[in-house]
């Protein structure tokens, strides 16, 4: 059995999206990130392998939540 997750991914996730809207692309280091989520900088790596790859996640978790309200537009369109 796995150990339980202590770090949310989305809390990294969000720590990562605030740095990056608040002072740039290259403020978001994984030191940063790290510090601003509370999780420790060796969690990040082993969650994700690499700052791009954090930021890629990222980009994909943004654009599955703008898609999810076109979608559930869609939805609600065919039940008419």
Same mark, same amino acid.
């Given at each position: ?15 990562? #999206? $605030?740095? !990056? ?6 403020? &978001?280091?994984?030191?940063?990130? =790290?510090?601003?989520?509370? +999780? ?10 690499? #700052? $791009?790859? !954090? ?6 978790? &943004?654009?599955?939540?703008?898609? =999810?309200?076109?979608?559930? +537009? ?7």
């Amino acid at each position: 059995m796995p150990r339980p997750q202590l770090h949310a991914t989305d809390a990294m996730l969000d720590a990562a #999206r $605030d740095l !990056l809207l608040e002072d740039g692309s290259w403020s &978001a280091t994984m030191d940063a990130i =790290a510090q601003a989520s509370g +999780a420790p900088t060796g969690s990040l790596y082993h969650r994700f392998g690499s #700052r $791009d790859h !954090l930021i890629a996640r990222l980009w994909v978790r &943004a654009v599955q939540r703008s898609q =999810a309200s076109f979608i559930a +537009a869609l939805e609600h369109e065919d039940a008419r």
